[in-house]
């Protein structure tokens, strides 16, 4: 044999070596690729059946939000761009003029409070009853007389707005009142009545009323436990001054 083809022999013998290890490295590749994929799948069909994680929405404080951006959530960002000016008075006070959302927005809070007053003593949530007559008189251009009747165990049977008038004075009628409290079957009352002025201080006309319809509905066995007087955000009350 000569050397020649001893050389050829050994160079094939090599080629032949060299081709096996690369098809064992190339199988190895597809055998890892192949556990990886089975292993890839395996996590996705075992995924659903894993623990999921749960990511709780931070509570929002709406304290820290301005008027605008509170507005923007009740009747979307665009519309209250349009009609905010500064202030929420028209939004909300202004009963006939605001967005229908504002609208029952307001009438859902009154009625809230409405309820909140129902829930207990009255005289024991003087809070609430201010929030609900404040509420009731915001944004209102003339003077009306609201009237809360009582159970003996001073829990509120209704509140209702009995008398309307003009922007500086309201007709009130004693006798109507006293018919009010009996169809109720009142044993107290509450009386408010607001100053769309904005000036809280009641005038000689307010104490003379009082006065007349605590005479009056003494008759029937009913107490005039407070009068309110709202102008805006503000009130007064003739029992805390001692006028009643």
């Known amino acids: 044999m000569s050397i020649a083809h001893v050389k050829a022999q050994s160079v094939s013998t090599f080629r032949v070596r060299q081709r096996r290890t690369d098809d064992n490295h190339k199988t190895k590749e597809n055998i890892m690729t192949t556990l990886n994929n089975q292993s890839g799948n395996q996590t996705k069909q075992t995924a659903p059946f894993a623990p999921r994680e749960t990511h709780q929405p931070d509570a ?41 959302q504002c609208q029952v927005a307001r009438e859902l809070l009154t009625r809230w409070l409405h309820e909140e007053m129902q829930a207990g003593d009255a005289m024991n949530s003087p ?24 159970s003996a165990q001073h829990h509120v049977i209704k509140a209702a707005e009995l ?30 009545h607001n100053h769309p002025s ?47």
């Open 60 to 100: 929002c404080n709406y304290t820290r939000l301005s008027d605008l951006d509170l507005l923007g959530k009740l009747i979307g960002a665009e519309q209250a761009q349009k009609i905010y000016t500064g202030s929420l008075n028209t939004m909300f006070a202004a009963k006939g003029q605001a967005p229908e």
């Open 127 to 150: 809070k609430a009853v201010r929030d609900f007559l404040t509420l009731h008189f915001a944004g209102q251009e003339f003077e009306s007389f609201v009237v809360i009747f009582l």
């Open 163 to 192: 008398f309307r008038g003009t922007l500086t004075q309201t007709s009130v009628y004693p006798r109507e009142v006293v018919k009010a409290s009996l169809k109720h079957n009142c044993a107290a009352v509450i009386l408010a």
């Open 198 to 244: 904005g000036v809280c201080e009641p005038s000689k006309a307010d104490e003379m009323l009082t006065t007349a319809l605590k005479q009056a509905l003494a008759l029937v066995d009913v107490r005039v436990l407070d009068h309110f007087v709202v102008a805006g955000n503000q009130t007064m009350s003739f029992a805390e001054r001692g006028m009643i």
